[in-house]
Each structure stands twice: as C-alpha cells, then as structure tokens.
Nanobody, 118 residues
Framework: QVQPVESGGGLVQAGGSLRLSCLAS???????????WGWYRQAPGKQRELVAG???????NYADSVKGRFTISRDNTKKTVYLQMSELKPEDTGVYYC?????????WGQGTQVTVSS
C-alpha cells in the first residue's frame, strides 16, 4: 500500500543545509492523508532514533537535539514528506529513514545517507 522512497542525502559541511524527500509511492491520495510520518536516523553503532514526526492531522514533534533546526512538512499533491535540515552538525551524520505508519502497519524506506563534515 505504501512504499516510502527517500532521496536528498549527501555530504555537507557543518552549518549547511539539506532537504530530504520521501515519496509515498503506491499510495493513493486517501491513503496518504491517513499516514503518520516519521523521519528516523541511525548513526554508526547507535540505535535508530526518531528525529521528527508528523501525524495525519498535521501535528509535529521533534527530538530535542534537532528542535529549531529541522522541519518536517508534507506536500499532499506530490504525496511527499520532507525533512528540511539546517545548521547541520557532525553529530547529525547517519542514515535517515522515512517511516509511514498506516493503521498500525509500518513501512520503511531504504534510507539515505547524510554526512556532515566538521
């Protein structure tokens, strides 16, 4: 029903910005509206952690470490969720995954690498 596909990762210097995209491929419009979204990241040797989330109703939440620097948003016409990352720090380095939660079922993307150099 939902196959998240991430893009937009890369190498950036500390203080820079990146925007990640997550396309909800295969999702029809009504499905997209019902999805709770999450952006997670996994640094080498660490557990995957939630950095930003957005409910189907549009409420957002952020990890303390990214508040004020990251913004999650969505474009319903494009069936895409974004993660705008600014003031990036080396500790933001990791693989970023998009998660779609649809009526209790979770769908993960393949991940996109973000590397922040100091």
């Amino acid at each position: 029903q939902v196959q998240p596909v991430e893009s937009g990762g890369g190498l950036v210097q500390a203080g820079g910005s990146l925007r990640l995209s997550c396309l909800a491929s295969r999702a029809i419009t009504s499905t997209f509206w019902s999805i709770n979204w999450g952006w997670y990241r996994q640094a080498p040797g660490k557990q995957r952690e939630l950095v930003a989330g957005m409910t189907s109703g549009g409420s957002t939440n952020y990890a303390d470490s990214v508040k004020g620097r990251f913004t999650i948003s969505r474009d319903n016409t494009k069936k895409t969720v974004y993660l705008q990352m600014s003031e990036l720090k080396p500790e933001d380095t990791g693989v970023y995954y998009c998660n779609a939660e649809y009526f209790g079922s979770h769908f993960w993307g393949q991940g996109t690498q973000v590397t922040v150099s100091s």
